[in-house]
Nanobody, 118 residues
């Protein structure tokens, strides 16, 4: 059974920081591109927005809206990815979802709420 379990969300003031974690199980973690996506209530009818992804090689893809503020990393031994979020803005308020993608498989976590107050 595949599980992606996110943690680390919460309420923070603008300018603050949070670190999200996603622990995976039930997959061969090394062969998955891992990523963080987010969705806001006002955009529920749209696709989730890619925040950042990281391949097994360490190659990252970071959205323009968070580049320079957010950093994604992975620990293959712990089967965990992280999203360090600094200089948070109210526009970063969203549910953040962990994703594992291998081409033939695509898995999602249950999401963790991040709320940034102004």
């Amino acid at each position: 059974q595949v599980q992606l379990v996110e943690s680390g969300g919460g309420l923070v003031q603008a300018g603050g920081s949070l670190r999200l974690s996603c622990a995976a199980s039930g997959i061969d973690f090394r062969f998955y591109v891992m990523g963080w996506y987010r969705q806001t209530p006002s955009k529920q009818h749209k696709q989730r927005e890619l925040v950042a992804s990281i391949a097994r090689t360490g190659t990252t893809n970071v959205a323009d809206s968070v580049r320079g503020r957010f950093t994604i990393s992975r620990d293959d031994a712990k089967m965990t990815i992280y999203l360090q979020m600094n200089s948070l803005k109210p526009d970063d308020t969203a549910v953040y979802y962990c994703n594992a993608y291998s081409g033939s498989d695509n898995y999602w976590g249950q999401g963790t709420q991040v709320t940034v107050s102004s």
